[in-house]
C-alpha cells in the first residue's frame, strides 16, 4: 500500500467510529470473527486499543492484522485502522 493510499484511508476513517474495543483481555477468536466480519461489509473499520491491554499499540495491531488477513493503515495513539478488501462480489468497494 503506498503512502498515498494509505492517506486516503486514513481521512476515510476519520469520520468512523471505533467498533470494537481491544483490552486486558486480549484476542480472542470471537473478536477475531467479529472484525472478520467487519471487514467483509465494510472494508475498512476503526479499534480502540485499551490501555489495559499489556501490549504496545503497534504490536496489538500488527498482531490483528496477521490473524485478520488485513492490513495496518495507521494506529493512531489508541486507535488501529485495518483494511481488507472485502471478497463479495455485491458490494461497492473503497475507491482510493
Not at 35 to 54: G, Q
Request: aromatic fraction near 4%.
Amino acid at each position: 500500500m503506498t503512502s498515498k493510499q494509505r492517506s486516503s484511508l486514513k481521512a476515510i476513517a476519520a469520520k468512523e467510529k471505533p467498533i470494537a474495543q481491544i483490552g486486558k483481555e486480549g484476542i480472542g477468536e470471537n473478536l477475531i470473527a467479529g472484525l472478520s466480519d467487519a471487514l467483509d461489509a465494510r472494508e475498512l473499520i476503526k479499534v480502540t486499543l485499551l490501555p489495559a491491554s499489556c501490549e504496545d499499540g503497534e504490536n496489538l495491531a500488527a498482531n490483528v492484522a496477521d490473524l485478520l488477513k488485513a492490513e495496518v493503515v495507521a494506529v493512531i495513539g489508541r486507535k488501529a485502522i485495518f483494511y481488507r478488501r472485502s471478497p463479495r462480489k455485491d458490494f461497492k468497494h473503497l475507491e482510493f
